[in-house]
């Protein structure tokens, strides 16, 4: 049984950095590509950023590039994501997922919900003005 469990989240002031860490269990964490999305109240759930299986690809939302950063550790079988200059609008629950498939997925689907089987229960992050 795959379970995602997010941590980092919290109230931060605009401008300032929080790290969100996804610890992964269930199946060979190695073998599958992670993600992080985020939905804000009101809003549908949004990609933010991905890495693929080997850590050697990262994708980013381009409201996010520059700003925050994907990474894994296979060891720790847990995914990252640093976010650095934040924005009142980055205020959101942020969500960790992992792919469906094993492996190789095409550029396109790091960036939709569908091609993620596994979601963690979220984070929020606050960020104040």
């Known amino acids: 049984q795959v379970q995602l469990v997010e941590s980092g989240g919290g109230l931060v002031q605009a401008g300032g950095s929080l790290r969100l860490s996804c610890a992964a269990s269930?199946?060979?964490?190695?073998?599958?590509?992670m993600g992080w999305f985020r939905q804000a109240p009101g809003k549908e759930r949004e990609f933010v950023a991905a890495i693929s299986w080997s850590g050697g690809s990262t994708y980013y939302a381009d409201s996010v590039k520059g700003r925050f950063t994907i990474s894994r550790d296979k060891a720790k079988n847990t995914v990252y994501l640093r976010m650095n200059s934040l924005k009142p609008e980055d205020t959101a629950v942020y969500y960790c997922?992992?792919?469906?498939?094993?492996?190789?997925?095409?550029?396109?689907?790091?960036?939709?919900?569908?091609?993620?089987?596994?979601w963690g229960q979220g984070t929020q992050v606050t960020v104040s003005s």
């Open positions: 269930g199946r060979t964490f190695s073998s599958y590509a």
């Open positions: 997922a992992q792919a469906g498939r094993d492996g190789y997925l095409p550029t396109s689907s790091y960036y939709t919900t569908s091609s993620y089987d596994y």
